[in-house]
């Protein structure tokens, strides 16, 4: 059973970045669930660990990696990564999602 890196901790389970928040909702087996809000023109931190990484969309959004595509999801719409999600919010409205990093 694989555990969670050890940056992943209890103790930052909110955190704030430039166009953005993030809220840990678990942690288990190396897996790393959040809720996060993107504003118009935020994007993910660069910090994530470079597992996979599952996008569930919770409303409408655009998002783009700047580089190679842009994804309009709707609600429970999926993005998936064999890497960590730089993703960038391309829309008018924020964007609300559960990511899964593994």
Known sequence: MQSAP???TTEK???NFPGGHRKTLF???GVRGSAVELEPGGSLPK???GGPT????IGT???SNGK???DEL???GLLWADGPLLETNSGKQPARFILLEF
Do not use: A, I, Q, S
């Open 6 to 8: 050890l940056r992943w």
């Open 13 to 15: 389970d909110e955190e």
């Open 27 to 29: 942690l288990k087996d």
């Open 47 to 49: 910090e994530n660990p």
């Open 54 to 57: 599952l996008l569930v969309g």
């Open 61 to 63: 959004m655009k998002l």
């Open 68 to 70: 190679t595509h842009t």
């Open 74 to 76: 709707g609600p429970e």
